[in-house]
């Protein structure tokens, strides 16, 4: 990472706290007035005292409100990009998800109370709406006016790169250098595409630093922290490529779309009139990922405890099935391509693969006999809970192939990439719709099934991912 990189890293670290802690202030500030709205006039309206004294259970509630709103704030993603923000969608997200998620609250702080007339619950939860909600939005908007004061002024920029054809890129480049509103990207140069070079191009007055295939090297080497990317139309096969090379940086990338992309509706306007596809770098929006996260840990950590007697039978059973190791450890390729290690009750014999890497097939003299019943009811699986304790698998996501197979699937198909942006999963849609896989030309059908769930990665498809995975193993349909 450069210096520059290292520098906006640290930038958006402190304005992520800053965000927290005035969420924090505003939580605190939105209980203390609904309490006193409560003791100053409320409760001396039911009882005919003049006023009640704050008890002790003040500052509990307090703590309760605040830890609330920040795993609220957390579930919705508002603190992920906070160099780069609008401050009227940040005022539109802020009263949306307060009034919805003030809600329960009101269920619960509110709807209690002992109080005279009806009508005063509606004046508790106005008073504790209004200051949350004014609270939160002056201190997002005084942030984020405070970061664009420091874009305007130059003194926070982002590295940006473009590649493409020059006669697509200078209109972008144009409408941005113009613009009269500040963006903040400092450009640092631009990369060729395919095509040769064609007298008759417009000249990008900007450092040419390569082709198209120079991208990962010169991100890297220049700090780049945005990518635009504006192919000619015989050049979109390159935008494949080019997201395997740069999507695992941690970059944002931009794509300027053609014609047909805009017509089907994929295209958004930016801040200043360029039409841009938005590559997601996270394809699972921050609240469904933030619930997921959390039932694979309940339901792992369930799984594990409820079911620790079968798992220390079938532990005992695979001893009996033969010498060797009662776990099997793999190095699989997870979430951003980094490498972990799957763990499995063993189900082959020790010297499975003496001959180099395998794929199992049917009938495979490979597999000890406990182990083809393991395989049948998926038993085998079962110790992958732990990995998902670990965060190193989901329940439901892409199953996660071996570095070995990863590089052959991403040579024949670059899009394979596309499924290291999630975690893998102990099961996935290609698994329960197609099943296992005995060689590569039956993992790439697979994977087909697989980016099918991750353009549609929603907590029904995982629910759906499994129910169809209880009925193949109650089926006894595993291999």
Known sequence: MSPQSEGLHRRAFRLRLYYRWFDA???????TALYGYRKAVLEPLR?????????STFFEGLLATVLYWAFIHRLSGIHREVLRRSRLADLVHTFQVGFLASLPLFAVLILDDDVKDYRHYYWSFGVYLGVLLSATALGRYALA???YAQIKSGRLRFPTLLIGS??????VLDRYLLAQRPTGNAFSGWLTGSLPADPSDPEVNLPLLGSWSDARSVV????????MIALDATEHHLLEKLLVQIESLNVRIQWVPDTLSILTGQVKLDAHGVPLVDIQRNPIPAWQEAVKRMLDLLVSGTALAVLSPFLVFTAWRVKQSG???IFYYQERVGRNGKSFWIVKFRSMRVDAEANGPQLSSDNDPRITPWGRIMRKYRLDELPQFWNVLRGEMSLVGPRPER??????????????AQLHKIRPGITSWGMVRYGYASNLEEMLERMKYDLVYLENATLFADLKVLVYTVLIVLQGRGK
């Open 166 to 171: 020059p006669k697509r890129l200078k209109p």
């Open 323 to 325: 010498t060797g190791p």
């Open 25 to 31: 202030v505003a939580a605190a500030l939105a209980y």
């Open 145 to 147: 006016t405070a970061t």
């Open 47 to 55: 009882f005919g005292i003049p006023q009640l004294e704050w008890e």
């Open 220 to 227: 890297e080497r220049y700090g780049i922290e945005e990518v």
């Open 403 to 416: 570095p070995y197979y990863a590089h052959q699937l991403l040579e024949r198909a670059p899009h394979y």
